[in-house]
């Protein structure tokens, strides 16, 4: 059965709790027109896209379609010149995104994720590709911060942990966290990354 994106937009307003009368300032638009677009079967992604805006709400997980076409958004935190050049040369050669933000530790990380939670929560990254080892916060660190801004609200995020470490117990740690979805060691394969970007936007 085919999607009626209005009364998509409109069911997930109303369990937002977001007040109609608010809404409609931050549009620019009139009740009328807003209720023109609950009713409209067909409604355009720039108007959903633009109230996704207006309520700090990211709609990927009701409208697919908004990123089916779309460059993944990928998030690296990784303080090793080496491995952030391997990384943008699987990037590259594979042409798996033109959109990848390298933070070389993980406070930056965290305060871009927070500023963009607040201004521009559908340019959150779809990807985030974690090193343990940094100066400032580390992976641990990071995980402990993304944790309390529950920015999973926002939008689904794969965080994938990128390490030399071979200790079990960091393998284990990474397997018990719910927000790594896998641990990869070092040094980084390609193909592997390009494995698991093609696998998530299936």
């Not at 023109?36 to 067909?42: I, K, L, S, T």
């Not at 690296?76 to 033109?98: C, P, Q, T």
């Not at 942990?161 to 790594?180: H, T």
Request: hydrophobic share 40%; aromatic share 10%.
């Amino acid at each position: 059965m085919k999607k009626n994106r209005g009364s998509l937009l409109e069911y997930v307003i109303r369990k937002q709790n977001i007040d109609i009368t608010d809404l409609c300032k931050k549009l620019n638009i009139n009740r009328r027109t807003l209720y023109n677009w609950f009713d409209d079967e067909n409604l355009s992604l720039d108007s959903i896209i633009a109230v996704s805006k207006a309520i700090s709400y990211s709609f990927f997980d009701e409208f697919p379609e908004l990123n089916e076409n779309a460059s993944p958004n990928i998030y690296l935190i990784e303080d090793s010149d080496l491995d952030i050049e391997i990384f943008k040369l699987s990037i590259g050669r594979f042409n798996i995104s033109n959109s990848i933000t390298v933070f070389r530790n993980g406070e930056d990380a965290i305060n871009s994720l927070l500023q963009t939670c607040i201004n521009e929560p559908e340019q959150l990254p779809d990807f985030i590709f974690l090193d343990l080892n940094m100066p400032l916060l580390n992976g641990w660190d990071f995980l402990s911060h993304f944790h309390r801004l529950d920015i999973c609200r926002y939008k689904k995020i794969k965080t994938y942990i990128l390490s030399s470490s071979r200790s079990s117990v960091d393998i284990a740690k990474s397997a018990e966290n719910p927000l790594v979805t896998e641990f990869i060691s070092k040094p980084i394969e390609l193909s592997k990354i390009k494995s698991i970007i093609e696998k998530n936007r299936r």
